[in-house]
DNA sequence: TCTGGGATTGCGAACGGTTTTCAGTATGAT
DNA sequence: ATCATACTGAAAACCGTTCGCAATCCCAGA
Protein backbone atom coordinates (compact mmCIF):
# COMPACT_ATOMS: atom_id res chain seq x y z
CA UNK A 1 0.00 0.00 0.00
CA UNK A 2 1.52 3.45 -0.91
CA UNK A 3 1.41 5.47 1.92
CA UNK A 4 0.76 9.72 1.39
CA UNK A 5 4.06 10.72 1.93
CA UNK A 6 5.23 8.02 -0.62
CA UNK A 7 2.73 9.46 -3.20
CA UNK A 8 4.00 12.73 -2.09
CA UNK A 9 7.93 11.82 -3.18
CA UNK A 10 6.80 9.76 -6.10
CA UNK A 11 5.46 13.21 -7.71
CA UNK A 12 8.39 14.96 -6.94
CA UNK A 13 10.32 12.25 -8.63
CA UNK A 14 12.02 10.73 -6.03
CA UNK A 15 13.65 7.28 -6.67
CA UNK A 16 11.18 5.12 -4.60
CA UNK A 17 14.10 2.86 -2.47
CA UNK A 18 12.36 -0.13 0.11
CA UNK A 19 13.62 2.22 2.63
CA UNK A 20 12.51 5.34 1.51
CA UNK A 21 9.08 3.76 1.24
CA UNK A 22 9.24 2.60 4.66
CA UNK A 23 10.55 5.98 6.37
CA UNK A 24 7.25 7.45 4.25
CA UNK A 25 5.06 5.18 6.00
CA UNK A 26 6.62 5.90 9.64
CA UNK A 27 5.99 9.14 8.94
CA UNK A 28 2.80 9.36 7.38
CA UNK A 29 1.19 7.22 10.38
CA UNK A 30 3.15 9.34 12.86
CA UNK A 31 1.08 11.98 14.40
CA UNK A 32 3.62 13.46 17.01
CA UNK A 33 6.97 14.81 16.46
CA UNK A 34 9.72 11.92 16.12
CA UNK A 35 13.05 12.65 16.12
CA UNK A 36 15.42 10.99 13.92
CA UNK A 37 16.44 7.90 15.99
CA UNK A 38 12.26 7.26 16.84
CA UNK A 39 11.47 7.14 12.93
CA UNK A 40 14.27 4.45 12.72
CA UNK A 41 12.75 2.36 16.09
CA UNK A 42 9.65 2.47 13.79
CA UNK A 43 11.14 2.57 10.69
CA UNK A 44 13.11 -0.94 11.59
CA UNK A 45 10.12 -2.60 13.58
CA UNK A 46 8.72 -2.74 9.74
CA UNK A 47 11.87 -3.63 8.54
CA UNK A 48 14.71 -4.64 10.27
CA UNK A 49 17.86 -3.74 7.92
CA UNK A 50 17.61 0.51 7.86
CA UNK A 51 20.30 2.14 9.22
CA UNK A 52 20.38 5.01 11.44
CA UNK A 53 22.54 7.03 8.56
CA UNK A 54 20.32 6.11 6.13
CA UNK A 55 17.04 7.85 8.04
CA UNK A 56 19.27 10.61 8.80
CA UNK A 57 19.25 11.36 4.74
CA UNK A 58 15.98 10.48 4.69
CA UNK A 59 15.20 12.95 6.45
CA UNK A 60 16.85 15.43 4.87
CA UNK A 61 15.81 14.42 1.56
CA UNK A 62 12.21 14.62 2.41
CA UNK A 63 12.79 17.90 4.33
CA UNK A 64 14.95 19.51 1.31
CA UNK A 65 11.93 18.14 -0.73
CA UNK A 66 9.37 20.52 1.51
CA UNK A 67 7.64 17.07 2.43
CA UNK A 68 8.47 17.31 5.84
CA UNK A 69 9.38 19.98 8.19
CA UNK A 70 12.12 20.29 10.77
CA UNK A 71 11.24 21.47 14.52
CA UNK A 72 14.00 22.32 16.38
CA UNK A 73 12.61 22.68 20.27
CA UNK A 74 16.05 23.34 21.69
CA UNK A 75 16.23 19.94 23.82
CA UNK A 76 19.66 19.14 20.80
CA UNK A 77 17.89 17.04 18.62
CA UNK A 78 15.50 17.49 15.28
CA UNK A 79 12.56 16.51 15.18
CA UNK A 80 10.19 16.29 12.51
CA UNK A 81 6.45 16.90 11.39
CA UNK A 82 4.79 16.72 7.61
CA UNK A 83 4.86 19.54 6.42
CA UNK A 84 1.70 21.71 6.39
CA UNK A 85 0.11 24.88 4.21
CA UNK A 86 -0.59 26.82 7.55
CA UNK A 87 1.74 28.16 9.99
CA UNK A 88 1.37 27.06 13.71
CA UNK A 89 3.71 26.74 16.39
CA UNK A 90 4.53 24.74 19.40
CA UNK A 91 3.79 24.46 23.26
CA UNK A 92 6.11 22.05 24.76
CA UNK A 93 4.93 20.71 28.22
CA UNK A 94 7.74 21.03 30.41
CA UNK A 95 6.34 18.67 32.54
CA UNK A 96 5.23 15.67 30.13
CA UNK A 97 7.36 17.04 26.97
CA UNK A 98 3.88 16.78 24.97
CA UNK A 99 4.23 19.26 22.51
CA UNK A 100 0.75 21.00 21.64
CA UNK A 101 0.60 22.65 17.91
CA UNK A 102 -1.48 25.60 17.85
CA UNK A 103 -2.06 28.81 15.43
CA UNK A 104 -2.79 32.16 15.56
CA UNK A 105 -3.71 34.71 12.71
CA UNK A 106 -3.49 37.87 14.69
CA UNK A 107 -0.36 36.18 16.32
CA UNK A 108 0.91 36.29 12.04
CA UNK A 109 -0.18 39.44 11.78
CA UNK A 110 1.70 40.74 14.90
CA UNK A 111 5.00 39.26 13.84
CA UNK A 112 4.52 40.80 10.28
CA UNK A 113 3.92 43.96 11.65
CA UNK A 114 6.79 44.34 13.88
CA UNK A 115 9.42 42.75 11.16
CA UNK A 116 8.05 45.36 8.79
CA UNK A 117 8.59 48.33 11.64
CA UNK A 118 11.97 47.12 11.95
CA UNK A 119 12.53 46.95 7.72
CA UNK A 120 12.74 43.70 7.55
CA UNK A 121 10.77 40.94 4.71
CA UNK A 122 10.38 37.55 6.97
CA UNK A 123 11.38 34.28 5.53
CA UNK A 124 11.19 32.56 8.64
CA UNK A 125 10.37 32.85 12.37
CA UNK A 126 9.65 30.53 14.70
CA UNK A 127 8.08 30.73 18.26
CA UNK A 128 7.66 27.85 21.42
CA UNK A 129 6.14 28.57 24.63
CA UNK A 130 6.88 26.21 27.17
CA UNK A 131 4.57 25.83 30.05
CA UNK A 132 2.88 24.16 32.49
CA UNK A 133 -0.75 22.91 32.84
CA UNK A 134 -2.57 25.46 34.87
CA UNK A 135 -3.94 22.95 37.00
CA UNK A 136 -0.64 21.09 38.12
CA UNK A 137 0.74 24.74 38.72
CA UNK A 138 -2.30 25.68 41.19
CA UNK A 139 -2.05 22.49 43.05
CA UNK A 140 2.13 23.69 43.62
CA UNK A 141 3.48 20.29 42.45
CA UNK A 142 7.20 20.60 42.00
CA UNK A 143 8.33 21.02 38.87
CA UNK A 144 11.96 19.80 38.54
CA UNK A 145 13.61 22.92 36.11
CA UNK A 146 15.26 21.75 33.23
CA UNK A 147 16.83 24.44 30.75
CA UNK A 148 14.48 25.86 28.48
CA UNK B 1 39.16 47.68 36.63
CA UNK B 2 36.01 45.89 37.94
CA UNK B 3 33.49 44.99 34.75
CA UNK B 4 29.94 45.48 35.39
CA UNK B 5 29.99 41.33 35.00
CA UNK B 6 32.45 40.63 37.88
CA UNK B 7 30.68 43.31 40.17
CA UNK B 8 27.57 40.87 39.68
CA UNK B 9 29.51 37.85 40.40
CA UNK B 10 31.20 39.16 43.66
CA UNK B 11 27.31 40.44 44.20
CA UNK B 12 26.11 37.01 43.88
CA UNK B 13 29.70 34.99 46.44
CA UNK B 14 31.45 33.80 43.35
CA UNK B 15 34.76 32.64 43.39
CA UNK B 16 36.60 35.28 41.19
CA UNK B 17 39.21 34.03 39.24
CA UNK B 18 41.69 35.61 37.10
CA UNK B 19 40.12 33.87 34.11
CA UNK B 20 36.37 34.53 35.08
CA UNK B 21 37.40 37.95 35.54
CA UNK B 22 38.91 38.35 32.09
CA UNK B 23 35.65 36.57 30.96
CA UNK B 24 33.53 38.87 33.04
CA UNK B 25 35.12 42.16 31.24
CA UNK B 26 34.91 40.20 27.97
CA UNK B 27 30.87 39.57 28.27
CA UNK B 28 30.17 43.23 30.09
CA UNK B 29 32.19 44.96 27.03
CA UNK B 30 30.09 42.68 23.79
CA UNK B 31 26.91 44.44 22.58
CA UNK B 32 26.18 41.42 20.19
CA UNK B 33 25.78 37.34 20.72
CA UNK B 34 29.05 35.84 21.02
CA UNK B 35 29.29 32.33 21.27
CA UNK B 36 31.38 30.40 23.33
CA UNK B 37 34.35 30.37 20.71
CA UNK B 38 34.09 33.71 20.09
CA UNK B 39 34.32 34.46 23.43
CA UNK B 40 37.34 32.23 24.18
CA UNK B 41 38.49 34.34 20.93
CA UNK B 42 38.01 37.46 22.70
CA UNK B 43 39.54 36.00 26.26
CA UNK B 44 42.33 35.22 24.98
CA UNK B 45 43.41 38.36 23.70
CA UNK B 46 43.28 39.68 27.39
CA UNK B 47 45.11 36.28 28.86
CA UNK B 48 46.48 33.61 26.37
CA UNK B 49 46.34 31.19 29.35
CA UNK B 50 42.49 30.56 29.44
CA UNK B 51 41.21 27.27 27.87
CA UNK B 52 37.94 26.86 25.90
CA UNK B 53 36.70 24.54 28.65
CA UNK B 54 37.34 27.41 30.93
CA UNK B 55 34.96 29.75 28.97
CA UNK B 56 32.28 26.81 28.64
CA UNK B 57 32.02 26.51 32.23
CA UNK B 58 32.25 29.61 33.12
CA UNK B 59 29.20 30.63 30.63
CA UNK B 60 27.44 27.83 32.42
CA UNK B 61 27.84 29.55 35.47
CA UNK B 62 26.99 32.99 34.94
CA UNK B 63 24.01 31.24 33.42
CA UNK B 64 23.22 28.96 36.15
CA UNK B 65 23.78 32.53 38.15
CA UNK B 66 21.42 34.56 35.88
CA UNK B 67 23.92 36.62 35.16
CA UNK B 68 23.75 36.13 31.13
CA UNK B 69 21.45 34.49 29.16
CA UNK B 70 21.64 31.73 26.44
CA UNK B 71 20.48 32.62 23.32
CA UNK B 72 19.15 29.55 21.20
CA UNK B 73 19.10 30.98 17.60
CA UNK B 74 19.15 27.46 15.68
CA UNK B 75 22.38 27.59 14.02
CA UNK B 76 23.58 24.40 16.46
CA UNK B 77 25.54 26.62 19.04
CA UNK B 78 24.92 28.19 21.86
CA UNK B 79 24.81 32.10 22.16
CA UNK B 80 24.57 34.28 24.88
CA UNK B 81 23.97 37.91 26.15
CA UNK B 82 23.73 39.78 29.46
CA UNK B 83 20.69 39.07 31.11
CA UNK B 84 18.30 41.94 31.27
CA UNK B 85 14.72 41.82 33.25
CA UNK B 86 12.40 42.62 30.05
CA UNK B 87 11.87 39.97 27.69
CA UNK B 88 12.97 40.86 24.21
CA UNK B 89 13.13 38.39 20.80
CA UNK B 90 15.88 38.32 17.94
CA UNK B 91 15.02 38.93 14.33
CA UNK B 92 17.90 37.50 12.75
CA UNK B 93 18.79 38.68 8.84
CA UNK B 94 19.48 35.72 6.99
CA UNK B 95 21.66 37.85 4.24
CA UNK B 96 24.32 39.22 7.40
CA UNK B 97 23.91 37.36 10.78
CA UNK B 98 23.24 40.88 12.02
CA UNK B 99 20.73 39.69 14.94
CA UNK B 100 18.20 42.98 15.91
CA UNK B 101 16.59 42.86 19.33
CA UNK B 102 12.71 44.04 19.80
CA UNK B 103 10.70 43.70 22.45
CA UNK B 104 6.54 44.12 22.08
CA UNK B 105 4.27 44.26 25.05
CA UNK B 106 0.98 43.41 22.84
CA UNK B 107 3.30 40.36 21.55
CA UNK B 108 3.78 38.95 25.07
CA UNK B 109 0.24 39.56 26.28
CA UNK B 110 -1.00 37.52 23.37
CA UNK B 111 1.46 34.52 24.17
CA UNK B 112 -0.13 34.86 27.90
CA UNK B 113 -3.45 34.62 26.52
CA UNK B 114 -2.60 32.20 24.00
CA UNK B 115 -1.06 29.88 26.73
CA UNK B 116 -3.83 30.43 29.54
CA UNK B 117 -6.57 29.12 26.55
CA UNK B 118 -4.46 25.91 26.24
CA UNK B 119 -4.82 25.68 29.85
CA UNK B 120 -1.08 26.38 30.13
CA UNK B 121 0.71 28.88 32.85
CA UNK B 122 4.07 30.10 30.41
CA UNK B 123 7.26 29.04 32.22
CA UNK B 124 9.37 30.23 28.83
CA UNK B 125 9.55 30.65 25.67
CA UNK B 126 11.07 32.00 22.66
CA UNK B 127 10.50 33.58 19.09
CA UNK B 128 12.80 34.12 16.26
CA UNK B 129 12.01 35.77 13.47
CA UNK B 130 14.44 35.53 9.85
CA UNK B 131 14.23 38.09 7.69
CA UNK B 132 16.12 40.03 4.88
CA UNK B 133 16.18 43.97 4.52
CA UNK B 134 12.85 45.20 3.07
CA UNK B 135 15.24 47.43 0.06
CA UNK B 136 17.30 44.54 -0.59
CA UNK B 137 14.35 42.65 -1.30
CA UNK B 138 12.36 44.95 -3.71
CA UNK B 139 16.19 44.94 -5.06
CA UNK B 140 15.43 41.24 -6.06
CA UNK B 141 19.20 40.28 -4.42
CA UNK B 142 19.74 36.82 -4.77
CA UNK B 143 19.19 35.75 -1.43
CA UNK B 144 21.59 32.28 -0.78
CA UNK B 145 19.07 30.27 1.18
CA UNK B 146 19.89 28.80 3.75
CA UNK B 147 18.38 25.92 6.06
CA UNK B 148 16.60 28.54 9.08
C1' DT C 1 51.72 37.51 55.89
C1' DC C 2 51.63 32.58 55.48
C1' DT C 3 49.13 28.37 55.06
C1' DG C 4 45.75 24.56 54.05
C1' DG C 5 42.39 22.60 51.56
C1' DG C 6 38.41 22.97 48.76
C1' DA C 7 37.34 25.19 44.39
C1' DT C 8 39.04 25.97 39.80
C1' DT C 9 41.84 25.15 35.77
C1' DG C 10 44.01 22.98 31.51
C1' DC C 11 44.42 19.17 28.97
C1' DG C 12 42.76 15.56 26.49
C1' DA C 13 39.45 12.09 26.23
C1' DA C 14 34.54 11.21 25.96
C1' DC C 15 30.02 12.34 24.45
C1' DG C 16 25.65 12.75 21.61
C1' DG C 17 23.73 14.07 17.50
C1' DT C 18 24.74 14.33 12.78
C1' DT C 19 27.40 13.90 8.38
C1' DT C 20 30.58 11.65 5.43
C1' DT C 21 33.42 8.09 3.22
C1' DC C 22 33.65 4.05 0.75
C1' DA C 23 32.73 -0.30 -1.07
C1' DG C 24 28.86 -3.00 -2.17
C1' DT C 25 23.79 -3.13 -3.68
C1' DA C 26 19.55 -1.93 -5.63
C1' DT C 27 16.82 0.92 -8.85
C1' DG C 28 14.51 2.04 -13.05
C1' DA C 29 15.50 3.82 -17.79
C1' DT C 30 16.69 1.43 -21.81
C1' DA D 1 17.58 -8.42 -18.67
C1' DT D 2 21.35 -4.87 -18.61
C1' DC D 3 23.81 -1.11 -16.99
C1' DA D 4 24.95 3.31 -15.29
C1' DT D 5 23.59 5.66 -11.52
C1' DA D 6 21.80 6.54 -7.21
C1' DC D 7 21.34 4.51 -2.80
C1' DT D 8 22.65 1.87 1.33
C1' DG D 9 25.18 0.01 5.63
C1' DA D 10 28.96 0.26 8.61
C1' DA D 11 32.28 2.71 10.55
C1' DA D 12 34.90 6.77 10.86
C1' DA D 13 34.83 11.68 11.07
C1' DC D 14 32.75 15.91 12.81
C1' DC D 15 31.32 19.58 15.84
C1' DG D 16 29.84 21.67 19.84
C1' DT D 17 29.97 20.55 24.50
C1' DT D 18 31.03 18.07 28.90
C1' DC D 19 33.91 15.31 31.91
C1' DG D 20 37.97 13.10 34.53
C1' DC D 21 42.02 14.00 36.53
C1' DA D 22 46.18 15.93 38.24
C1' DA D 23 48.08 20.44 38.92
C1' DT D 24 47.07 25.06 40.45
C1' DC D 25 44.80 28.89 42.50
C1' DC D 26 42.06 31.52 45.79
C1' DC D 27 41.12 33.18 50.20
C1' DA D 28 39.53 32.27 55.19
C1' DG D 29 41.78 31.58 59.13
C1' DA D 30 46.05 31.59 61.93
Same mark, same amino acid.
Given at each position: ???????????????????????????????????????? %?? +??????? /???????????? @?? $????????????????????????????????????????????????? %?? +??????? /???????????? @?? $?????????????
Amino acid at each position: MTSRLEALCMEKGLKMTGQRRVISQVLSEADDHPDVEEVH %RR +AVQIDPR /ISIATVYRTMRL @LE $DAQVIERVDLGDGRARYEEATADHHHHLIDTRTGRIIEFASPELEAMKE %RI +AHELGYK /IVGHRLEIYGVP @LD $DAADGIRDEEERP
